[in-house]
């Protein structure tokens, strides 16, 4: 049979920029490319060496790996990037946290755990520099410091008593801390002040409190708008990293360049999305609890909520950029698990010793936490969950698994293509499609391409049945199939 001979198209200037003439160009290079593909022998060209994949390749192609590796430095890239840029801190959540690791020394000086001289200059040290940071902190931690100042005044005279210093010595002492005292603190002045009784006193420190809680509140409000949008900012680039990352994890294991640029740059403004999204949420909930202690079961709770807010909204991007749903279900519920942990372990982490000069290290591990156990729980939820997959058994992607989501699920070498086959010229375009129907899988066979074999066999449309092996030009893929309860 001659071949037949292409129609001729005829077109003038005005049609160059037509749609139609478009598309019926397009039409030919497809049915030329249909051709060329159809008169290929297969013997002619030379198969695709189908060497077994090292440990490291194998690891590398496991989407279990992959996402838990992307997740982990998106992890620490976003801690990164909040603390390369300072964003400013609620400063009343700020202030509860300050002020509660000041009582804590207290506590400890009061069992006797910490020396009296070691809590003044660490408690003074933190006064001191709360006061120059956060103007709510100055105003709040007064009754506290006043607490401590008399705690150092009954302290001398427990010395005293016990002959451990000298009258004159503990009088001398005693004077130097009611000067200082009294210039620093108003509550102490007001709480050493012989001349007033009990009863005065008490008045006098109840109308000073709520004057400056007044203050406070002012402060609070004056302040609130620039934290918030520097929790905008900061959930915003945390959202940024993260949905970008999480999204290019699968396809930069697949070699799929141009799936990777796509994924990562949709992944990463739906993640900036989430970001934004995660601080009225957060925002919110820590409003919540702003006056509770900063050791209270409520800020506790307050901590895991916002921190499992975080991770499901910074785990969106991966599910929508797949566009499925069941896809989206997964990587939601591993964010949220992620982030769950992660505020679960950040106030035991802050109670750490070695932590309290390194205040953002608990901020850190969570971050690190919902990247890693976000993608790590999406890979084994994902695995756990699937009901049909491919696993290359021969090519260059040789270990790799693909699960089964999209209906249809197209095999080819478009980077399109969910199963993207490179650097094999046997495959077409669009060479096969994988259909999810009731009760199963079935294969077809696309026009472009060399045949498509089902255990030898070459097919048009069938059923696949666990252990079929499929053969798309020089790859390889054995389909898995769960077992139905």
Known sequence: MSEQTPEKITVNYDDLNSRKVEQRLKEQDALARNRVYAAMDETMVAPTEASAPSTLEALWRNSIFALALFGLIGGLLAWGLGTLLEFKADIRKDSVERIDGIRRLIKLTEEG???????????????????????????????????????????????????????????????????????????????TDDSLSDKAKIQKLDTMAATREKEAETVVERESLRSFIGNVLAYGVRGVVLGMLLAIAVPLTENNIQATVVNGSVGA????????????????????????????????????????????????????????????????????IGGL???????????????????????????????????????LIEDAAKSGWLKVSQ???????????????????????????????????????????????????????????????????????????????????????????
């Open 341 to 379: 942990i992660g505020g679960v372990l950040f106030e035991p982490i802050s109670e750490l010793s070695f932590v309290k000069d390194y205040p953002r290290i608990p901020e850190l591990v969570a971050m690190i936490s919902i990247g890693l156990l976000a993608g790590l729980a999406t890979g």
């Open 113 to 191: 755990t910490l020396k009296y001289d070691t809590a003044r200059l660490s408690i003074t040290d933190a006064v001191e520099n709360g006061r120059g940071l956060n103007p709510h902190f100055a105003l709040t931690v007064i009754p506290v410091d006043a607490q401590f100042r008399r705690m150092m005044l009954d302290r001398i005279t427990v010395l005293e008593r016990t002959k451990e210093i000298t009258p004159e010595e503990a009088k001398s002492r005693r004077d130097k801390e009611l000067e200082l005292g009294r210039r620093e603190n108003p509550d102490f002045a007001v709480m």
């Open 269 to 336: 403004a739906l993640g900036l999305l989430g970001g934004v999204a995660a601080a009225f949420v957060t925002s919110r909930i820590q409003g919540l609890v702003a006056n509770s202690p900063a050791s209270s079961t409520q800020q506790y709770l307050a901590t895991i909520a916002t921190w499992g807010a975080l991770g499901i909204f910074l785990t969106l991007a991966p599910g929508i950029v797949m566009r499925n749903k069941k896809k989206l279900a997964i990587g939601l519920t591993g964010g949220l």
């Open 395 to 485: 090519g260059l992607i040789a270990g790799k698994q693909f699960i089964l989501y999209r209906n249809p699920t197209y095999i080819g070498s478009s980077p399109d293509c969910q199963i993207y086959l490179f650097k094999d010229p046997k495959v077409g375009k669009r060479h096969a499609a994988i259909h999810i129907v009731p009760n199963g899988f079935d294969i077809e066979d696309m026009p472009l391409g060399v045949n498509t074999l089902v255990n030898g066999k070459a097919v048009s449309r069938t059923r696949l049945k666990n252990g079929d092996r499929i053969q798309v030009g020089s790859t390889q893929l054995v389909f898995m199939e769960k077992e139905q309860g």
